[in-house]
């Protein structure tokens, strides 16, 4: 099931909308991946941080979006620093 975030927030946060889901989604993103205690966090807890991180207010099936969000992006991320090393491995002169 698709979400319309934006249509959903403005709902939330008022018709000016003033939520941007990408955004909050790099935040708790960089914020996760710069503290390995976080990460850990994250990994038993994660609406509990996302909401701590962000500092907002959210039902829980927008907050549940964003933290599947987040995930996905830091498994993406972790991806590709995997192919980076193994590419690296390949290209040694």
């Given at each position: 099931m698709a979400f319309d975030f934006k249509d959903i927030l403005?709902?939330?946060a008022g018709d000016d909308g003033d939520f941007d889901v990408k955004e909050l989604v790099e935040k708790a993103v960089s914020?996760?991946?710069?503290?390995d205690n976080l990460l850990e966090s994250f990994k038993s807890n994660p609406?509990?941080?996302?909401?701590?991180?962000?500092n907002v207010d959210l039902p829980d099936e927008?907050?549940?979006?964003i933290v599947e969000a987040v995930?996905?992006?830091i498994n993406i991320d972790d991806a590709k620093d995997v192919v980076g090393?193994?590419?690296?491995?390949f290209n040694k002169d």
């Open positions: 403005g709902k939330v914020t996760i991946k710069g503290d609406i509990k941080v996302v909401e701590k991180i962000l927008i907050l549940e979006k995930k996905a992006k090393k193994i590419t690296g491995l």
